[in-house]
């Protein structure tokens, strides 16, 4: 019932050392892997494109014309670059052949950087994860009180509600994950991460276009070069740091990749599938950020909203608006559980590896419901995963601040998870000598990310401080 999946022959070839992993005692029960090209695409996109696309409007409005656009491409590359070093890592020793497979990002650092800096991935990837079910909830949450707006206050543009309603929204996508939980490991997820996938491409489409109409309406395109203006270059600095914060945000796969790997049939080799699907999904995803970002700065200017689609409240096609917020619902619902469900397994798997002997951690049912397929439910399970969902929701109502909450998870993110680790596994596999033109390039590469993610943490740490005493 673990994350992991194999088939037959791979099984065979599992390295000895390995039996004493926890992460990896559930390979050889795991199911066929049956995934594809497009399936792993359709993971990527749902993972990628949720919470980061409605703040990235916002966020080029802080930062300008030029500099907006060309922060997303820059991302864009760094992701796209380390994901290529990271699909080479799935397999080992040969990246195409290997015997041995690395089914988390967990996995490939502990098996290459040793128990150390396995130890300190873990810590990180768990909290990232974390941090990306508290930024659904809120989202989420969001675009369910914009619908209840529309009916309840139709001529008032952006109604605020009560701290109660929030809570209550909150409660609500909170009991849906509860069930959707239950739902054994990633390779069942397919049909989740399709829809999701296909709802995101639906509400990216659709805020689009909703811009371009504000736009044609305004009569011109709204913004400036150095965007929006503020009383000090100190406050400036600031919001120039949140809004790399929320750029870096949307580009969060590399915590989830190895899963995705993981689910790839063979032939062809899953690393080559795999560079295939994160090019594909990389193009894909910016092409709509950059659509999203600067049609949203161009309809609303200075006047740009933290979540884009907050600022269509008096939209004339409300009930286009309200659509697009219930797709919004939709994808993040996929979300959650792509990213949760490796968590769930890893943690699940551990706890069986040190409690062998008890019935409530390893014993399983099988349940079957009506109009359902018999699936198997554990105590563990349904303990664990909804206590993990439920302190998630409590978390994202103590702090329901949307732009700030996504820059510090993408600075978090972005440093260590998206740059330090894919460069220092390459470094270490490749043997790659100190001081050559190779090595000079990727530390170089790995300082500027160390330097950006700082600058945006402290930035983002401190809207956060600056909302809540506000």
């Avoid at 949307?250 to 899963?259: A, G, K």
């Amino acid at each position: 019932m673990g994350l992991g999946s194999s088939d037959s022959s791979s099984d065979d070839n599992i390295n000895n050392n390995n039996l004493n992993n926890p992460l990896l005692l559930s390979e050889s029960h795991s199911p066929k892997r049956t995934g594809t090209l497009w399936t792993a695409v359709a993971h990527i996109v749902t993972g990628v494109i949720g919470s980061g696309v409605l703040s990235l409007p916002w966020s080029i409005a802080q930062l300008g014309w030029i500099v907006g656009p060309f922060s997303i491409l820059l991302i864009a590359s760094s992701t796209l670059f380390s994901a290529f070093l990271l699909c080479n890592t799935y397999r080992s020793p040969n990246p195409e052949y290997g015997p041995h497979r690395s089914a988390s990002y967990l996995d490939v650092v502990n098996f290459n950087l040793g128990v150390g800096n396995g130890r300190l991935c873990g810590i990180l990837v768990n909290i990232c994860i974390y941090g990306f079910g508290i930024a659904f909830v809120i989202t989420s949450s969001i675009s369910l009180r914009a619908i209840q707006n529309s009916f309840s206050h139709p001529d008032k543009e952006n109604e605020a509600t009560s701290e109660f309603a929030d809570a209550f929204y909150m409660l609500l996508f909170g009991i849906l994950q509860i069930v959707l939980s239950q739902i054994p490991n990633l390779h069942d997820l397919n049909w989740l991460s399709v829809v999701a996938a296909i709802t995101s491409f639906a509400y990216c489409f659709i805020g689009m276009g909703l811009s371009i109409m504000q736009i044609m309406e305004n009569g011109y395109a709204k913004g400036s070069i150095e965007g929006i203006s503020t009383s000090s270059g100190t406050q400036k600095l600031w919001l120039i740091s949140q809004a790399l914060g929320d750029v870096s945000f949307s580009y969060p796969f590399s915590t989830i990749m190895m899963e995705i790997q993981d689910t790839l049939k063979t032939p062809p080799p899953e690393n080559q599938t795999m560079k295939k699907a994160s090019t594909i999904s990389v193009a894909i995803t910016t092409f709509f950020y950059l659509c999203c970002g600067c049609a949203g700065y161009a309809a609303f200017g200075d006047n740009t909203p933290g979540n884009l689609l907050t600022g269509f409240g008096s939209s004339r096609f409300q009930w286009l608006v309200n659509f697009t917020n219930a797709c919004i619902v939709i994808h993040l619902v996929g979300s959650y559980q792509v990213y949760c469900q490796p968590l769930f397994g890893n943690a699940e798997s551990w706890l069986r590896f040190r409690f062998t002997e008890s019935e409530f951690v390893n014993h399983t049912y099988t349940l079957k419901l009506p109009l359902l397929p018999a699936f198997e439910l554990s105590f563990l399970s349904l303990s664990f995963r909804t206590a993990y969902v439920a302190s998630t929701v409590l978390i994202a109502m103590i702090f329901p601040y949307f732009n700030q909450i996504l820059g510090v998870l993408g600075s978090i993110s972005f440093w260590p998870l998206t740059i330090y680790f894919p460069v220092e596994i390459y470094l270490s596999r490749s043997n790659t000598d100190s001081w050559t033109a190779k090595w000079i390039m990727l530390q170089t590469f790995n300082i500027f990310g160390l330097v950006f993610g700082l600058f945006t943490l402290v930035g983002c740490i401190r809207g956060i401080v600056t909302e809540k005493f506000a």
